[in-house]
């Protein structure tokens, strides 16, 4: 029986958190909405894979109470609203303190552990502030390069506690460090602070078990945590199951017929993926030239990798028409090769793709990549039987990632450059 559950903002984070879970041991299926039938019987996770983070607030409550309810009505020891290590919110956007004025009403049994650490992503919290890396520099939040100038839900302020309070009028207070080597002080911290919400501080691994272990020794009945992979994992470690599954395999095999990458990403990191691909002789084609489809297909009947960018335009373009276009192309790219290896890039971007393409359900089979896991998704129709699936977000993935999925290279393979291929003509 299911012994967590968590709603995930966006795609990419979502399959974060189900792997912080496998990582544990714990078993665990992703799907793509609430009314997705699960047999909760057969798993100790279950994730619902959402789009709140790039939702306006106002629009985020029919988005994410369905999903809330029914991961309430399931009885797991605790639920996990899975936001992004990064905290991206704003008042106007993918609000967390709209989340936190949710989790109030719903689940009303305590005040609200916010943790947003996870030390292996370079995300650290020390007396409420939060750090972020980028390469290989820790920023403070609001200096962090990506996080400081985000077109959407930029950051100016790196306590938490000012962050997310600006998004509602509920308090939010923090609890630190040095107060953690008291099981009982953590845990009466947690559970009968003044404030709606609390802010947890953690550097390393061993902070989050310690925040783990108050959560769950806790108060009885449900509780509710915001964060990120970081607490997923460390409840993973904590949460008690009949049997703990093996490690997830760490190789790869290359790709049987060709593979296609579909990037809604903007970010410096992304850029530099594309570049690599670019370089290792893969055709990257403008999402927006009238001819893309057609060349794709040549691609893909040739075995080839094929990379459609939806960066290429300057032009300001909604985002609804980028995932309606990606999800074509994946489409009509599935039901011809129905063998595509399928990658998608960014985090905001993919959710709805897939479920404009009717991708129901995802687990997770192997973790070549690091934190980029490849997935099985599935969907009632016949060319969604078995896909094989990469998620990317934005901040995520080492340089020769795209090409690495292609050739089955895990990332200890991935050190050895790979020889640059001459560039495959189409047309």
């Known amino acids: 029986m299911a012994v967590a559950a968590f709603y995930g903002d966006d795609l990419t984070g979502s399959v974060d958190a189900l792997l912080q879970f496998r990582r544990a041991g714990l078993s665990g299926v992703l799907v793509t909405g609430p009314d997705v039938e699960v047999d909760v019987n057969a798993t100790d996770v279950l994730g619902i894979a959402g789009t709140g983070r790039s939702l306006p607030t106002g629009e985020m409550d029919a988005e994410v109470v369905p999903a809330l309810r029914r991961l309430r009505g399931l009885g797991t020891r605790v639920v996990q609203y899975k936001a992004c290590s990064t905290a991206d919110s704003a008042p106007q956007t993918g609000s967390i303190g709209r989340v936190l004025e949710l989790a109030i009403e719903l689940f009303p049994s305590a005040p609200v552990p916010i943790v947003f650490a996870q030390p292996d992503a370079g995300r650290y919290t020390f007396f409420s502030h939060h750090f972020a890396r980028d390469h290989d520099v820790v920023f403070r939040l609001d200096r962090q390069p990506t996080m400081s100038s985000h077109p959407v839900t930029p950051v100016h302020e790196s306590d938490l506690r000012l962050h997310l309070g600006a998004q509602t009028e509920l308090a939010i207070g923090g609890a630190h460090w040095p107060s953690y080597g008291d099981p009982v002080q953590l845990r009466r911290l947690l559970d009968e602070a003044d404030e709606s919400g609390v802010v947890c501080d953690a550097i390393s691994d061993e902070e989050l078990d310690r925040l783990a272990a108050a959560i769950l020794t806790g108060r009885t009945g449900q509780r509710f945590v915001i964060g990120s992979g970081g ?5 993973g470690r904590r949460l008690q199951v009949s049997d703990r599954l093996p490690s997830l395999p760490t190789d790869v095999e290359p790709a049987t017929g060709p593979t296609l990458v579909l990037n ?3 970010s410096r990191l992304t850029r530099v993926q594309v570049d690599a691909a670019t370089a290792a002789g893969w055709p990257v084609l403008d999402l927006f030239e009238e001819d893309t489809t057609r060349l794709v297909q040549t691609a893909l009947r040739a075995g080839a990798g094929v990379l459609v960018d939806s960066s290429m335009t300057d032009r300001s373009v909604p985002s609804a028409e980028i995932e309606h276009r990606l999800a074509a192309i994946a489409d009509s790219s599935l039901r011809r090769q129905q063998n595509t290896r399928l990658a998608l890039s960014g985090g905001d971007t993919s959710g709805n793709v897939l479920r404009r393409l009717g991708v ?21 129709a016949a060319h969604l039987q078995k896909v094989e699936l990469v998620l990317k977000g934005g901040q995520m993935g080492h340089t020769s990632l795209f090409d690495d999925i292609r050739h089955g290279r895990s990332l200890k393979e991935a050190a050895c450059s790979p020889t640059p291929v001459p560039a495959l003509t189409l047309e």
Not at 231 to 235: C, F, R, T, V, Y
Not at 360 to 380: D, K, Q, T, Y
């Open 231 to 235: 607490i997923s994992g460390a409840l």
């Open 264 to 266: 809604g990403s903007r």
């Open 360 to 380: 129901e359900r995802l687990g997770i089979a192997a973790r070549p990549w690091g934190n980029v896991v490849l997935c099985h998704a599935s969907g009632p």
